[in-house]
């Protein structure tokens, strides 16, 4: 699956998302309920789960800009550190103490280019067709079923991680350890978000449906 | 069973990041299976997640740094990054000898990532498929016992932190009475 393409399907996920939390937070009798606000949590959470799966970058691209980095880190820490009359084991710590500072640093500005880059990316691929906007059932009474929304962004965000590990490795074995690393894993993740949040809303219909106070 | 007693107070910390990694690997297995249709149920994993994001927030409670990486690989990367500079800097100790030297062992730490990806996907490709973990009744029972056990220590802690720690544990068990709920029976 091409990247361009990941990012467009992620946009409809997005999309859907959004539709079906308005339609939660819209419908809903009570939206400071226990179900529904954690619902509404992990819907929420979701969307920066997508943004970040969509802001990876590749391994090239980090590994030249690494090199770059470190290359001249070290060149002028040992160069200095030789100035200063150390040698030997000396000048290998003060180096090492300067990569690991880096390191520090760059993760922890990862985060934050990651979810820059994601948006960015996202912003730029455009969003497909969606299809038929679906009937909206519970605008007048209240939240009766699951958003329609929720389910078909779930079947949109599985086919769409399924195609990124691509078909010949659709055996568990091998998508479990493809899960294991990014993209997949966020994609992971946000499936699992998904789903709790559908969850979430089954049991307070089912607690409705019992009439539970 | 002497490091899982419940009335050591220590090492729960540890015992909770054990189950963290124990129940993500559960978690993953299940929805993968949903994934290509072998089992097909999206609310067992959603649950069991569940209770891994709650002892998750109690692992946190006591401060432990419980790390979303592969900690194998991060090791083995490790090992080779800092290995290969301190051979190569006996031969000269110029700048840009060393320089090139720090850089030569980055680049061996990602070839030496990439080849361990590269194994493990091999043996996925060979493995063979086995049952669900998620169906086995007694990875419920074996959980609720230490977990329950973890609550109790935290419990009984001095620091009013970690006690918070035992409300989060008993919304894990919650959840996973949940996720019990929906095995199927009899079949």
């Keep these: 699956m091409s990247v361009r393409a990941l990012h467009a399907e992620l946009n409809a996920v997005r999309a859907l998302v959004g539709d079906g939390l308005a339609e939660v937070t819209g419908a809903a009798g009570d939206p400071g309920q226990f179900w529904i606000r954690s619902a509404c949590a992990r819907l929420t959470a979701l969307d920066g789960v997508l943004v970040e799966a969509a802001g990876g970058l590749a391994t090239p691209v980090i590994a030249a800009a690494a090199t770059v980095v470190s290359f001249g880190a070290v060149a002028l820490s040992a160069a200095l550190a030789q100035a200063a009359g150390l040698s030997g084991i000396a000048v290998l710590v003060v180096v090492g103490l300067v990569l690991v500072t880096l390191l520090g640093a760059a993760s922890r500005m990862s985060r934050r280019l990651r979810v820059a880059l994601g948006r960015r990316r996202l912003d730029r691929a455009g969003t497909p067709p969606l299809g038929a906007r679906p009937h909206d059932a519970s605008a007048h009474v209240g939240l009766i079923v699951v958003p329609d929304a929720l389910l078909r962004a779930r079947v949109r965000l599985v086919s769409a991680t399924l195609r990124q590990a691509g078909s010949r490795h659709w055996t568990v074995p091998e998508l479990r350890t493809a899960a294991r690393t990014d993209p997949l894993r966020r994609l992971a993740h946000a499936d699992l978000l998904l789903c709790q949040a559908i969850d979430c809303l089954e049991r307070y219909l089912d607690d409705l449906a019992k009439e539970w106070p | ?187």
């Excluded at chain 2, 996720?179 to 079949?187: F, I, N, S, T, V």
Aim: with cysteine; hydrophobic share 50%; charged share 30%.
């Design chain 2, 1 to 187: 069973m002497t490091r899982d007693d419940p009335f050591s107070g220590s090492g729960i910390a540890r015992r909770l990041f054990r189950m963290d990694r124990e129940l993500e690997s559960v978690v993953r297995d299940a929805q993968c299976r949903d994934w290509v249709a072998d089992r097909p149920d999206r609310v067992g994993f959603a649950r069991l997640g569940q209770v891994r994001h709650e002892v998750f927030t109690a692992a946190r409670r006591y401060r432990v740094a419980v790390p979303r990486v592969d900690v194998a690989e991060l090791l083995l990367m490790t090992v080779v990054a800092v290995a290969v500079p301190v051979v190569l800097a006996r031969w000269s100790e110029h700048p840009l000898f060393l320089a090139a030297a720090f850089v030569a062992g980055g680049w061996a730490a990602l070839a030496g990532r990439a080849g361990w990806r590269r194994l493990r996907r091999f043996r996925a490709r060979t493995a063979r498929v086995g049952p669900a973990a998620i169906d086995d009744p007694y990875l419920y029972a074996g959980l609720r016992r230490r977990i329950e056990a973890c609550a109790v220590a935290a419990r009984a802690d001095g620091s009013h932190r970690r006690r918070v720690a035992a409300t989060d544990l008993e919304y894990a068990l919650d959840w996973l009475a949940a996720a019990q709920d929906e095995l199927p029976r009899g079949a």
